[in-house]
């Protein structure tokens, strides 16, 4: 349709029937935000898309449509209409902190810092929020420092993990491992995969602090953890699922996920006498199948120290 004609025609409806276009803004919006709850991402960029041709003046709807855009892997596009947030809508903080995600993920750490900050000065934004994003501030900094302190392989030869595992290694490589001796990460990604990037689908990820420094126990570790799942939900307007699968003394295993982030963990903690270990296997999916979820497990499981 013309675009002319296109407005034209909703100017004649507004003076006609203001009831009609608020009914077809609301009908779009509410089909959108319940495909979004459904993960069904492309559904609900078209049904959010028409909404914002009926009533371009909801600021959710570009927030939505932006975020369903960036979960349908369309960053460029989700960009795009995030910047729009933020340009109609300048007061309002959840723009500027996904836009902040997208260049985070790419390793652009200063246009990342910007919007993270434009975010904190706003006063639409929580106090929970402002402490959280002054933190990530802070990692996001160290994050770079730590990138390009990597050699070419991301390999540090100053420590040496004390773990085996039932991973394939015809399939998985190790693409990362930094640390001493009281502690390390190291993370496994699929051949092929730039895991140092953020270009992943799977990954395998170890982290051990020592008992003589840190003396972790497993319930204390695996509650401050969730605690920070939890904030990072909330500071988001995302929901955490999570769900512990079994128990004990000195070691726990769990599953989780942030809606919204296209990315579920099941993860393993557990403690020696040298210390804690935190395993996790983490997915690009909204959720585990349950022959995907008994791998998972069992790999997690075959993971000894020597």
Same mark, same amino acid.
């Given at each position: ?18 009831? #009609?276009?608020?009914?077809? +803004?609301?009908?779009?919006? &509410? ?7 459904? %993960? ?7 049904? +959010?898309?028409?909404?914002? %041709? ?23 596009? =989700? ?29 652009? @750490? ?71 001796? @009281? ?11 730039? #895991? ?7 990954? +395998? ?18 509650? =401050? ?6 904030? %990072?939900?909330?500071? @988001? ?14 070691? /726990? ?8 982030? &296209? ?5 393993? /903690? ?17 959720? +585990? ?18």
């Amino acid at each position: 349709m013309n675009k002319k004609i296109f407005i034209l025609a909703v100017l004649i409806t507004i003076f006609l029937s203001s009831k #009609v276009f608020a009914g077809d +803004f609301e009908n779009y919006y &509410n089909t959108g935000y319940n495909a979004y709850k459904k %993960q069904n991402y492309q559904s609900a960029v078209y049904y +959010f898309e028409k909404a914002l %041709q009926a009533n371009d003046k909801f600021y959710d709807t570009y927030w939505l449509l932006g975020i369903s855009y960036g979960l349908s892997n369309n960053l460029k596009k =989700s960009e795009e209409i995030l910047i729009k947030a933020t340009q109609k809508f300048p007061d309002e903080w959840r723009a500027y902190t996904f836009l902040g995600d997208i260049k985070r993920a790419q390793h652009l @750490t200063s246009p990342a810092i910007d919007y993270y900050e434009k975010a904190i000065s706003l006063p639409s934004m929580p106090e929970d929020g402002k402490k959280y994003y002054k933190e990530l501030i802070r990692q996001t900094i160290q994050e770079q420092k730590d990138y390009e302190k990597l050699n070419n392989s991301g390999i540090s030869n100053t420590v040496t993990p004390d773990i085996t595992s039932d991973l394939d290694l015809n399939k998985w490589y190790l693409a990362y491992l930094q640390g001493d001796d @009281t502690k390390w990460i190291l993370e496994y990604g699929i051949k092929g995969e730039d #895991v140092i990037n953020y270009k992943w689908t799977k990954l +395998f990820t170890v982290n051990f602090f020592a008992k003589n420094k840190y003396n972790f126990d497993v319930n204390t570790y695996y509650s =401050s953890f969730k605690n920070l799942l939890k904030k %990072q939900a909330d500071t @988001t307007n995302r929901t955490l699922r999570i769900n512990t699968i079994s128990e004990s003394n000195n070691e /726990i295993y769990f599953e989780w996920c942030i809606t919204g982030r &296209n990315e579920c963990e099941i993860d393993r /903690i557990f403690t020696t006498d040298k210390g804690l270990y935190f395993v996790h296997f983490a997915q690009k999916t909204e959720k +585990f199948s349950e022959s995907e979820r008994t791998k998972i497990i069992n790999i997690l499981k075959s993971v000894k120290t020597n």
